[in-house]
């Protein structure tokens, strides 16, 4: 059997993927059980943190990103209104987050992709970083200032990167 995270082949003994730690699926007898339909044990730790992570991010796409105050008026702006190009952080958050469903419903998928699992989520979730990182920092004429919006998509992208990045750096040093 494979471990569904990162498509190491395991022995019947493990119950842990040595490679990346994800859970092998096992029943109350300690055998491998036949997947479930839908599996949350198929992503490992870093897929959950990334997906949530990614999932606030998405969301975070709508909220005020920016705004100035002339006294008692106010003006904001969400992200995708004030950057267009933060539509591509949209769409690949939800490939993500479709992605990581379809891992844990579709028992073969890690077999079927040409590339590694944790790459492809480091490189998207790297891409939507360096987007926002850039969407943050162009926040346009002096006095407009950073809402709640761009902060926490600006968190939420770090986030998403860095465990999927720590893992792949990790494995390129061996």
Not at 16 to 31: D, V
Request: charged share 15%.
């Amino acid at each position: 059997m494979r471990c569904a995270s990162c498509g190491r082949e395991l022995l019947a003994s493990e119950t842990r993927c040595p490679a990346c730690g994800t859970r092998a699926a096992t029943t109350e007898t300690g055998r491998r059980s036949a997947p479930r339909r839908f599996d949350r044990t198929r992503w490992s730790s870093t897929d959950v943190v990334a997906g949530m992570a990614t999932l606030v991010l998405v969301v975070a796409l709508f909220l005020p990103w920016f705004g100035i105050s002339l006294g008692v008026v106010g003006l904001s702006v969400s992200g995708l209104d004030a950057h267009g190009y933060l539509y591509l952080v949209l769409v690949l958050g939800l490939a993500e987050l479709a992605y990581l469903v379809a891992r844990a419903s579709v028992p073969s998928l890690p077999e079927r992709l040409p590339f590694p699992h944790q790459s492809m989520l480091s490189t998207v979730n790297g891409v939507n970083l360096v987007l926002v990182l850039i969407g943050f920092a162009n926040k346009g004429p002096t006095g407009v200032g950073w809402r709640f919006g761009a902060i926490l998509a600006l968190v939420a992208a770090l986030v998403a990167a860095l465990p999927k990045g720590v893992i792949v750096l990790a494995r390129r040093r061996r």
